[in-house]
């Protein structure tokens, strides 16, 4: 970001960049988790629920590269350590059920996940709220990204719901 661009956001920009590298760590496990579990599934629901988590697993992408350019608008840098990625992470894993047949137990570990990303970008989004005047361009990034986890959080379910049933 430019001088005058940086210079306009009132809010610590460090702790700011600390809360920001955190979700940027929390997208990419999540792409990676829900990549992971498209392949690993089995039966006869599972191209549904395959494609809903391919669909899913590239808006994580979408956060994971927004984050991105937010933190280099911020004068910070991503997080370029893996190891450090998971270390700085609000979420840190996604448990799968070891049977591939079991949609139910993947479904309930996904929807769990989205449940943790909706913690942090809600707790995030009231701590840029309280100086929206002072960093607009973070608030509406953090806003836009906690309603997509909503959305996720909402399709895991109901896939969850109709296994049910
Ligand atoms: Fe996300
Ligand atoms: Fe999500």
């Not at 809010?11 to 960049?17: A, P, S, T």
């Not at 139910?104 to 970008?121: K, M, P, Q, R, S």
């Not at 995030?124 to 005047?133: N, W």
Request: aromatic share 10%; with cysteine.
């Amino acid at each position: 970001m430019g001088k005058k661009g940086r210079e306009i956001v009132g809010v610590d920009i460090k702790e700011l960049l600390k809360d920001l590298n955190s979700a940027y760590a929390d997208e990419w496990i999540a792409f990676f988790y829900y990549n992971w579990a498209a392949d690993f599934i089995e039966g006869p629901d599972y191209p549904t629920v395959a494609s809903e988590l391919d669909r899913i697993a590239k808006d994580e992408f979408e956060h994971m590269s927004e984050l991105a350019d937010r933190i280099f608008e911020l004068g910070g840098e991503p997080e370029r350590d893996l190891e450090d990625l998971q270390k700085i992470a609000n979420c840190k894993k996604v448990v799968f059920p070891k049977n591939e047949r079991d949609l139910e137990g993947v479904l309930n570990a996904v929807a769990e996940a989205e449940g943790c990303a909706i913690d942090v970008y809600n707790k995030l989004l009231k701590k840029v709220a309280a100086c929206y005047d002072k960093d607009v361009r973070t608030f509406h990034l953090i806003e836009h990204i906690l309603s997509e986890e909503i959305q996720h959080e909402e399709a895991f379910e109901n896939l969850l719901e109709k296994k049910r049933k």
